[in-house]
């Protein structure tokens, strides 16, 4: 929601609707349909939208119909989503690709796979493994002596000496290089120790080393895991467990640039915790995801191509020797993986196009990820334009009056299968503006980005998606989207419009940008006051304030909540997906006062993103009683040179995790 002048495209717009309205003789009405208050039901719809019609001569020339909403996908889940389509042109697909004729929106969105390699867990003894390799990369810790002033002294000191010397390799790293390498090892880190500097910084990497075995090339690279911890630590695997998210990212990059590599054997120093193998394997295969959904045959991008199988060794190998303990990291790959999902149907969102991605398109794919969940344990609730006036989504129902497609309300609510007792009812609402033109506020820069509006329902369904697969216990989760596109034609809100969301409050509308906050409002109150959700989330691409505050690699949290923060807080550092708690400045709310409506959907021209957030509290009837936390993702959920990055994913489905152990015995 970034507002810029728009005077040149105004008047293009104002020529394009002046021929249009000719050409159906309609006249825009200045006000929506009323209707006579009776009754609490009628109040409740007060002056909310009938999205068929502002007027009855809109209604009978009005160009959006009412459609049947195809059935849902039936199939079963291995390693993706396996909706068919996208990512081949007409001349090499018999199906074609899957995206709109002229007078029919697209009803469907393409998944990508996982990338097919295996990762498992051997043992360092099986020599068998290791001669097989292609690739062998062995992970080495800093000393602990060169703490973080020694890394920022030697930033500083780039281009000049180095004070820090190369270490000296121990354990497998010292073997490979005495009885593999001939030194080489040792040299490859004595030459890049300005850039390597030990692995000081995880996820860091040599150059490969290639040499010659038995005729067949044999490539080395060390990888750096960070800080050793302290010789006193009884734990040696007490490192936070996302710096192998970067881990796992490098592997993933090792074995791409190395094209060849079919089989990549990893040795680390010491067994990992469960935690940390699945955020290496979730980094892993991340780092592998490649959008080829759109691209012809002799265009598509396939990463590591030929990579078949990654095998981790670890050097106190006994730590994993036994069939419990084997068994824990092989189940922590399969989660590392299931949450890999989560972030590729998150980055698939994203990136799909708007001629791809429309409500109707988002709700078939909310189907298929609660048709494919095991045990059915996601059941899928998709609310039409008619179940959202008897409710009186009036706000939401305001932005989607501008859309292509008819709004869609999803709902995917998860119960555990297995243990039916729910420790907490939690509700996560996800933005869904599926492409923000900005309205009749129209955007001028930038718009070809705003396929990225959707960031808070691709967390939100990527997360369920994981979630799914996962089935935690103990936690009833309820994941929201309210769907729908802000765009200009002959119904679409204008400035000065008064829309009344599903609690009553109506909303003086000053400025058409401010359209996820619209849509959002309906959401929270249909998780608070419907659904009586003991804990509510929010995520959404909300405001670039937020951006000019964090940049574009952290997000912002307000929460007037400080266990909920804390919490927050707590799966943000697990994840590796950062954010920084904001805070909720309650004089500001003078900003968003109306002269006329109970209140407006803009503040003043500072501390936009502050505003943005005390906005969507008006619309959770008791905070104290109800938690609730609007996370601003706009951010870190693009990259301007990879897309999407599926930021929110893990965190959700994380967070989710852990509310389940909530008063569990």
Known sequence: MISFHRHRFLVQQQ???????????????GVGVCRTINSLEDHRNYHSYDLSRRSSINQKNSRHTETNTPPPFTSTISRSLSISGGGTSTKNSADGFHSWTFDKACEKVACTKIHPTTVSICDNSNPSLINAADLIVVGVYAPSTLDDQDAEQNDENKGKEEDVSAMNLVGSAAKFDANNCGGGLSALLEEEIKTFKNGLVAGSVTKTLRLVENGKIKRYALLGLGKAPSENDDDKSMIDESTYSKVGAAIASICDAESAVTTCYIQLPFTLTSGQVSHLTCGMHSNLYSDNRYRSDD???????????????FDDAKASSSESSHNDLADAI?????????????????????????SVSLANLARQIADESPNGCIKATILDKKECEKRGMGAYLGVARGSETEPQ???????????????KKVGIVGKGLLFDTGGYNVKTAGMHLMKFDCGGSAAVLGAAC??????????????????????????????????TASNGKTIEVLNTDA????????????????????????????????????????SGVWTSSDSLAEELDDVSKSTGEKSWRMPLVEEYNEQLESKIADISNLGGPYGGAITAALFLQHFIKDTKKTPYAHIDIAGPVWNDKTGATGYGAKLVAEWVRRQGLEGKD
């Open 15 to 29: 020529m394009y609707l002046i021929a249009e309205f000719s050409r159906k003789s309609v006249l825009r009405s």
């Open 299 to 313: 265009k598509k991008k396939h990463l590591a191509e030929k990579l078949e199988s990654v095998n981790i060794s």
């Open 334 to 358: 399969e989660h590392g993986i299931t949450m890999t999902r989560g972030v590729f149907v998150a980055k698939d969102i994203v990136n799909s196009p708007h001629n791809v991605l429309n």
């Open 409 to 423: 309300f999803i709902h995917l609510t998860y119960k555990p299968p297995k243990n039916g007792k729910i420790n």
């Open 466 to 499: 994981a979630i799914g697969q996962m089935q935690p216990d103990g936690v009833e989760a309820n994941f929201i989207v309210p769907a729908c596109e802000n765009m200009i034609n002959d119904r679409a809100m204008v400035p000065s419009d008064i829309l």
């Open 515 to 554: 359209e996820g906050r619209l849509t959002l409002a309906d959401g929270l109150v249909y998780a608070d006051e419907e659904l009586n959700c003991e804990k509510i989330i929010e995520l959404s691409t909300l405001t670039g304030a937020c951006m000019v505050s964090l940049g574009t690699s952290v």
